[in-house]
């Protein structure tokens, strides 16, 4: 239930109010969850331009009922819909019976639509701290549907642990509209805003969020975490994502003092790391003693230690990953990891070869500005090998594979052989060092090609003595 005051004066305000204001205008109109087919009927027309919220602040209802609505509705045609992070593959991403009458553009994929690229879904190559500018940039917005929690007695609501876009295009759409769930975390920062913000609440959604296992790592992944933590001072701000080594990351750094956190992406592991007082944000520069983001993605434990939490605090992409804000955080520290590497420092994250597999998200961003922060670092922390055995190190990227750091800015990688740290040194010296980073039986094979290649002195063999940069295995 809503606070009975913000209820009541809600409910009042809103029954004589037009069935679509303009936000920033007056009160929202309330509509029952029952009621959303008469919603998308008002709101939907041919062309229509929709964002949707990420992630845990997806539209459950938006993309259950979309299909429906087009089979309702013959004369909506296309409509065009942006997304990021889809939480499952829902029916409206294959109905082969839609044909062209809509289509997705995304800024990130995953197994929900990346096997559907080239038909109805399309990914839109660019940073996370432009998502909001080049949304914008590709044309108006006629529709935001996004999610929010309850509003307080005060009148405000959070749209929860999502603030990438939401609010940039939330201020520029014709219609904006909100499904009121009360299983979406109130968090703070930018996700709170006065329910005049929205045109339209949906009441009555009780959809479950989209929850994110903590992935297991082996002992690979925690010598490879072990390499990272090494590098990372007491009282350093950090930044790193999910999977197996992030997850190992964070239980090596559990002997860390006074830790801060600047990170597009707030999940489990930094949850631990703050619940363990590692974590405090004291010597942080900006949002002292602030966890800091623009998203959220995990558990349900993650989630409820974010409601009404003062010390977690979401802002949206184009400011957490800004150059100037990024590398103003005290000893700013970025891990990311990559799908392929080659020998002198291309960095790619988000394909294989011609397949696009995710999206560049903020790596670029991360990798970047954290260099330019005083005793700042940035590291790609990578497994030697794939799943099936597969150098991940290469002489030569795939045929298509996509860039995600240019060598030019590439500082550190490192993998379960050792460290390479690669800013300052010419390709010559990338060729040997990387070599070292692939380990047997990849390595003499690897320096062969790159001779050929002519891209590495033949002289050169692997080996200890004549790779001065390369820190071997001591864990």
Same mark, same amino acid.
């Given at each position: 239930?809503?606070?009975?005051?913000?209820?009541?004066?809600?409910?009042?305000?809103?029954?004589?109010?037009?069935?679509?204001?303009?936000?920033?205008?007056?009160?929202?109109?309330?509509?029952?969850?029952?009621?959303?087919?008469?919603?998308?009927?008002?709101?939907?027309?041919?062309?229509?331009?929709?964002?949707?919220?990420?992630?845990?602040?997806?539209?459950?209802?938006?993309?259950?009922?979309?299909?429906?609505?087009?089979?309702?509705?013959?004369?909506?045609? %296309?409509?065009?819909?942006?997304?990021? @992070? =889809? $939480?499952? +593959?829902?029916?409206?991403?294959?109905?082969?019976?839609?044909? &062209?009458?809509?289509?997705?553009?995304?800024?990130?994929?995953?197994?929900?639509?990346?096997?559907?690229?080239?038909?109805?879904?399309?990914?839109?190559?660019?940073?996370?701290?432009?998502?909001?500018?080049?949304?914008?940039?590709?044309?108006?917005?006629?529709?935001?549907?996004?999610?929010?929690?309850?509003?307080?007695?005060?009148?405000?609501?959070?749209?929860?642990?999502?603030?990438?876009?939401?609010?940039?295009?939330?201020?520029?759409? %014709?219609?904006?509209?909100?499904?009121? @769930? =009360? $299983?979406? +975390?109130?968090?703070?920062?930018?996700?709170?805003?006065?329910? &005049?913000?929205?045109?339209?609440?949906?009441?009555?959604?009780?959809?479950?969020?989209?929850?994110?296992?903590?992935?297991?790592?082996?002992?690979?992944?925690?010598?490879?975490?072990?390499?990272?933590?090494?590098?990372?001072?007491?009282?350093?701000?950090?930044?790193?994502?999910?999977?197996?080594?992030?997850?190992?990351?964070?239980?090596?750094?559990?002997?860390?003092?006074?830790?801060?956190?600047?990170?597009?992406?707030?999940?489990?592991?930094?949850?631990?790391?703050?619940?363990?007082?590692?974590?405090?944000?004291?010597?942080?520069?900006?949002?002292?003693?602030?966890?800091?983001?623009?998203?959220?993605?995990?558990?349900?434990?993650?989630?409820?230690?974010?409601?009404?939490?003062?010390?977690?605090?979401?802002?949206?992409?184009?400011?957490?990953?800004?150059?100037?804000?990024?590398?103003?955080?005290?000893?700013?520290?970025?891990?990311?990891?990559?799908?392929?590497?080659?020998?002198?420092?291309?960095?790619?994250?988000?394909?294989?070869?011609?397949?696009?597999?995710?999206?560049?998200?903020?790596?670029?961003?991360?990798?970047?500005?954290?260099?330019?922060?005083?005793?700042?670092?940035?590291?790609?922390?990578?497994?030697?090998?794939?799943?099936?055995?597969?150098?991940?190190?290469?002489?030569?990227?795939?045929?298509?594979?996509?860039?995600?750091?240019?060598?030019?800015?590439?500082?550190?990688?490192?993998?379960?052989?050792?460290?390479?740290?690669?800013?300052?040194?010419?390709?010559?010296?990338?060729?040997?060092?990387?070599?070292?980073?692939?380990?047997?039986?990849?390595?003499?094979?690897?320096?062969?090609?790159?001779?050929?290649?002519?891209?590495?002195?033949?002289?050169?063999?692997?080996?200890?003595?004549?790779?001065?940069?390369?820190?071997?295995?001591?864990?």
């Amino acid at each position: 239930m809503w606070p009975r005051r913000a209820a009541a004066s809600l409910a009042a305000r809103a029954s004589s109010a037009r069935y679509m204001t303009t936000a920033r205008r007056g009160m929202p109109r309330v509509v029952s969850v029952d009621k959303i087919d008469e919603v998308a009927s008002a709101v939907l027309r041919p062309d229509s331009r929709i964002v949707t919220a990420m992630a845990v602040s997806e539209p459950y209802y938006f993309y259950h009922n979309i299909h429906r609505w087009l089979e309702m509705d013959s004369t909506l045609t %296309d409509l065009k819909v942006y997304c990021a @992070n =889809p $939480n499952e +593959p829902v029916p409206i991403f294959a109905d082969k019976n839609l044909g &062209e009458r809509i289509h997705f553009t995304t800024m990130f994929l995953n197994h929900a639509i990346r096997h559907l690229q080239g038909r109805r879904v399309s990914y839109m190559p660019h940073h996370l701290s432009t998502w909001s500018e080049n949304i914008l940039r590709a044309g108006p917005i006629n529709v935001f549907w996004g999610s929010c929690t309850p509003p307080q007695e005060n009148g405000y609501v959070s749209l929860g642990p999502g603030c990438v876009y939401e609010t940039d295009i939330m201020r520029k759409a %014709d219609v904006v509209i909100l499904e009121v @769930n =009360p $299983n979406i +975390p109130y968090v703070h920062g930018s996700p709170v805003i006065p329910i &005049e913000s929205a045109d339209i609440l949906i009441d009555g959604c009780t959809a479950e969020l989209q929850k994110l296992p903590k992935a297991e790592y082996d002992d690979i992944d925690m010598i490879i975490a072990r390499y990272v933590a090494d590098l990372i001072p007491d009282e350093a701000t950090i930044q790193f994502g999910i999977g197996g080594i992030p997850n190992a990351l964070g239980d090596a750094l559990l002997e860390k003092r006074d830790l801060g956190v600047h990170t597009e992406m707030i999940n489990d592991c930094l949850m631990k790391l703050f619940q363990s007082g590692v974590v405090t944000g004291k010597y942080k520069s900006r949002y002292p003693e602030r966890m800091v983001g623009s998203f959220a993605l995990g558990t349900q434990d993650l989630y409820d230690f974010m409601n009404d939490n003062p010390g977690v605090f979401l802002v949206p992409g184009r400011i957490v990953n800004s150059m100037e804000e990024f590398s103003r955080q005290h000893m700013m520290h970025s891990i990311n990891t990559c799908v392929e590497l080659d020998l002198t420092g291309q960095i790619v994250s988000e394909s294989v070869g011609h397949r696009q597999l995710s999206g560049v998200g903020g790596a670029a961003d991360t990798h970047v500005a954290a260099q330019k922060s005083p005793g700042g670092r940035s590291i790609i922390a990578v497994r030697s090998t794939s799943k099936n055995g597969q150098s991940k190190i290469v002489s030569q990227l795939q045929a298509g594979a996509k860039i995600s750091i240019s060598r030019n800015d590439v500082d550190t990688v490192i993998t379960e052989y050792g460290v390479a740290p690669l800013k300052g040194l010419s390709v010559q010296e990338r060729v040997v060092v990387c070599i070292c980073l692939a380990g047997f039986p990849f390595s003499r094979f690897q320096l062969h090609l790159a001779c050929c290649l002519a891209i590495a002195r033949p002289r050169r063999t692997p080996g200890a003595t004549i790779c001065p940069h390369f820190i071997p295995l001591t864990h």
